[in-house]
Nanobody, 124 residues
Framework: VQLQAFGGGLVQAGGSLRLSCAAF????????MGWFRQAPGKEREFVSA????????WYADSVEGRFTISRDNARKTVYLQMNSLKFEDTAVYYC??????????????????WGQGTQVTVSS
């Protein structure tokens, strides 16, 4: 399975971006999907995740109410709509696929496939 994330860019604080992550190969509908991010000098952290069927979602406290994760299994794509962006949202954003049915989707060690990352820069 190959994951390709795109949609990052430079945006002013308060603005919005939508990230997309397309899957190539594998059976996309069998994977839970997650978004993680890594800011300069910091460890990679959980942002959001969604179950295979899109029914359940999880968010980091820092993005709750501002970000929305969704997926389109027919298009093999997961999205992250980011609104009210803050300077501290600046990071490289990664999408990842988890083939397991159970287990915490906040735990990045559980994810089996990773995309290459897309840079999001929020100017203050």
């Amino acid at each position: 399975v190959q994951l390709q994330a795109f949609g990052g860019g430079l945006v002013q604080a308060g603005g919005s971006l939508r990230l997309s992550c397309a899957a190539f190969g594998g059976t996309f509908s069998m994977y839970a999907m997650g978004w993680f991010r890594q800011a300069p000098g910091k460890e990679r952290e959980f942002v959001s995740a969604i179950t295979r069927d899109g029914v359940s979602t999880w968010y980091a406290d820092s993005v709750e109410g501002r970000f929305t994760i969704s997926r389109d299994n027919a298009r093999k794509t997961v999205y992250l709509q980011m609104n009210s962006l803050k300077f501290e949202d600046t990071a490289v954003y990664y999408c990842a696929a988890d083939t397991a049915l159970y287990g915490s989707k906040r735990d990045q060690t559980r994810y089996d496939y990773w995309g290459q990352g897309t840079q999001v820069t929020v100017s203050s």
